[in-house]
């Protein structure tokens, strides 16, 4: 029999149940028992649900407070020293500080570095590691997960991230190799697998993506030393691999010693049949062919003729999965009732996704009774309904591609030139200051955007209430002594969901919420069509701001790449294609902005670097494209106008030459958290343009003082000419409170003034 199973779970809740407990708690406002407690009734929740849809086994250790990477790091005791544990169990608030900076108990310090989770829009917190380091069991909270599972009448399978992906994506504090650490390491997940053993798990998921990556040779070898030293616990290891092909791991992966592979068959389908041909014959084969990472609904008769020869070749060693961990989806969508009949045909949320999973089962293990069969035309009926929809193609649309391809896709002048001609035109002093972007969004803004869009609220109404937030938000600015001001983006929802509202091509949910880090969520737009832009999108407000100052206003935009990454983006085109039709509708953003007197314009592209392709070979054919969308969209505006970008918790130094080449004329980046060590590029690359690094981490509630902020930029000094040097924050201040934003700003603003100072000292 086919066994069903899911590699992972949402665990925010379907209505971010865990969202509001978590700011609850770090707010004062609730105990540590209360979240806790709403922590145990998600748990069980989603068990049941994993249950009721028929799954063999519930996933147990998916759940997290914050991030699943930081688990890891405080079940083996990995705590960095200036959060002052001195052993024992890692308690909760020591676990926040370390995410956050900050808990309702203990010391602040500065968080743990943040950075994507391979291509996705998922935040991880960074483990850093000594040569000395020693690993200790430190949290139970896996045990108890499992205690909790069982007693409630579940099966489960518990999830570990693999030690060697673990230490792959850690940090080595000083100059040694990690793999010194392996040895110890091994110690303490054997000690792990044990205690699980003792509780009488019999299955234990171990997810190792990283096998999916370009490794070392020694990296490699670490692999078959690591599970060769595993094999001696009392559990069946399931080696989970997901994101992309094993290309030239995948003879070491199907040759590990443990009990049963997993493979994304997804994004790399061409791999299955290889896989199954040289796995084993007493191991089990896991086949994600239900999409983790995307919400279309699956074509169910095409990946039970796929899976159907696997069937044949495995018996009972097969077994069917999503692609990845669900955590990258929505929860339910039976919450979406506004969602017009055909659009929502073709959906699947993570719900959906274990019911897909239990109808592949049933359909191999020709156990189908009415209701899934007809659960199977359903699903073949809408995936050919999409794909016939008119909805999804416009000629004219498709007319200006192709007439796009006559657009130059370089500025009319080289940067020098154009750097004089803004200098002339702004008049900034030396160490310019702005912010990213967005001021806190309070209680009261998003409820005028809630009145207005459930009609409690007028149009005129709701136009003044947000001309009034504007007024207030740069009259802050110009008290603090900002240099280029925004307008604060108190319209706005979400920095790629508000583009998409205006643009032809998208639809949204109600409830789409996905976990970023933490306790932040985004809701992806659903991108399902040709886009185009109807009409000016940020121009009124921006136009507005402007009208309140004499200093400089930036108009503030969400680049292609990052809308694309950052939607749910249609399947049945290259993403190249929608990249381009998403850069033309900005470009005539540009102009307009232009034409309406704003000299900055800023394209974020923080989800560049995320898109990446996981292996080196096919990165040039992604920059290529993707840089292009963003040169595409900015390459009309004239020399006088500044043309920013802006990239978050992203390590680009191995692709600065393009980054380079995107040939924005300030580009601002996060530095802060990594104590300026992204500036390490900078070094080796002599970047032709100007930057902001970011001098203060904007998720952590910690205020900086004025002298952590003259130190970064001393460092960022170091490299880069101070003539060319930016002061902001290191992204948007959407998520903190005023209380927090004023006093960080004003020692940011006393910092440049320092900085411009020392400079004149010295000239």
């Known amino acids: 029999m086919t066994l069903a199973h899911t590699l992972g779970f949402p665990r925010i809740g379907a209505r971010r149940e865990l969202k509001f407990a978590l700011e609850s708690y770090w707010n004062g406002e609730t105990s540590k028992q209360a979240l806790e407690e709403t922590a145990r009734t998600l748990r069980l929740k989603y068990w049941q649900q994993q249950a009721e849809a028929g799954l063999d086994v519930v996933t147990v250790g998916d759940f997290t407070y914050y991030d699943q990477v930081l688990d890891a790091s405080a079940r083996l005791g990995v705590v960095p020293e200036r959060f002052d544990w001195a052993g024992g169990d890692v308690d909760l608030d020591t676990y926040f500080r370390m995410a956050r900076g900050r808990a309702p108990s203990g010391p602040s310090a500065a968080a743990c ?46 999830v570990l991230l693999g030690p060697l992906t673990w230490l792959w994506l850690a940090r080595p504090v000083g100059d040694f190799d990690r793999l010194t650490l392996l040895e110890p390491l091994l110690d303490a997940y054997a000690e792990q697998l044990n205690r699980l053993a003792d509780l009488g798990v019999d299955w234990v998921q171990i997810d190792e993506p990283a096998l999916v990556l370009d490794l070392p040779q020694a990296w490699k070898s670490a692999y078959e030393q690591a599970y060769h030293r595993l094999k001696a616990t009392p559990v069946k290891l399931l080696l989970a691999t997901y994101f992309g092909a094993l290309e030239d791991n995948i003879t070491l992966t199907c040759e590990l010693p443990v009990a049963g592979i997993h493979i994304d068959a997804v994004s790399a389908p061409d791999e299955l049949i290889q896989v199954a041909d040289w796995l084993p014959s007493h191991k089990v084969l896991s086949v994600g062919l239900i999409n983790g990472r995307n919400i279309w609904r699956t074509d169910l008769d095409a990946a039970l003729a796929t899976l159907e020869p696997i069937k044949a070749k495995m018996g009972d060693r097969l077994w069917v999965a999503p692609s990845c961990s669900l955590l990258h989806v929505p929860v339910d969508l039976n919450q979406e009732t506004e969602l017009d009949g055909e659009l929502r045909s ?22 189908l009774d009415e209701a899934s069969r007809q659960a199977l035309k359903d699903a073949a009926t809408a995936a050919a309904s999409r794909l016939r929809s008119p909805r999804l193609r416009h000629p004219e649309v498709r007319r200006r591609i192709e007439d796009s391809e006559r657009l130059s896709l370089d500025r009319a002048e080289p940067f020098a030139v154009r750097r004089d001609r803004q200098q002339q035109r702004l008049n900034l002093p030396r160490f310019p200051t702005t912010t990213i972007g967005s001021f806190p969004q309070t209680r009261d803004i998003r409820q005028v955007r809630r009145d207005y869009r459930q009609g409690r609220l007028d149009a005129a109404d709701y136009e003044r209430r947000i001309e009034a937030e504007i007024q207030a938000t740069v009259a802050a600015q110009e008290a603090l002594g900002l240099d280029v001001l925004v307008h604060g983006e108190a319209e706005r929802n979400d920095m790629v969901e508000y583009f998409g509202e205006q643009l032809d091509g998208f639809a949204f949910t109600r409830f789409g919420w996905v976990q970023s880090y933490g306790s932040r969520c985004v809701k992806p737009p659903v991108l399902f069509g040709d886009v185009s832009r109807p009409e000016p999108m940020t121009v009124r407000w921006t136009q507005y701001a402007a009208a309140q100052t004499d200093k400089p206003m930036k108009g503030m935009l969400t680049g292609p790449v990052t809308i694309l990454n950052w939607s ?196």
């Open 113 to 158: 570095t943040m950075t994507k989770w391979f291509d996705t829009n998922y935040h991880y917190l960074v483990p850093e590691l000594s040569a000395d380091q020693r690993f200790e069991l430190a949290r139970t909270d896996l045990e108890e997960q499992v205690t909790e599972a069982k007693q409630a009448g579940f099966t489960p399978k518990p």
């Open 346 to 367: 073709w959906l699947s949320f993570a719900v959906q996704k274990l019911d897909e999973v239990v109808l592949l089962k049933r359909g191999l293990d020709d156990n």
């Open 568 to 763: 749910f983006v249609r399947d049945d085109q290259p993403r190249s294609d929608t990249a381009r039709q998403l850069a033309l509708a900005l470009r005539d953003e540009v102009l307009d902005l232009e034409a309406a007197g704003i000299g900055i314009i800023q394209i974020d592209e923080a989800a560049l670097r995320e898109g990446l392709p996981l292996r080196r070979r096919h990165w040039p054919a992604y920059l290529d494209w993707a840089i292009g969308a963003f040169r595409l969209a900015a390459s009309g505006a004239a020399s006088e106008t500044q043309i920013h970008t802006h990239m978050c918790y992203s390590q680009f130094n191995d692709i600065i030459e393009s980054i380079a080449d995107m040939d924005a004329d300030v580009i601002t980046i996060e530095t802060s958290r990594s104590d300026m060590r992204l500036l390490q590029a900078f070094q080796r690359f002599e970047y032709p343009n100007d930057i902001g690094p970011g001098v203060y981490d904007i998720h952590s509630p910690n205020t900086p003082n004025v002298e952590q902020i003259i130190d970064l930029l001393e460092k960022a000094r170091r490299v880069i000419p101070a003539e060319r040097l930016w002061v902001n924050p290191d992204c948007g201040l959407k998520t903190r409170r005023w209380e927090e934003v004023k006093p960080a700003l004003e020692a940011m603003v006393s910092a440049a003034k320092v900085m411009r100072q020392r400079v004149e000292a010295t000239a």
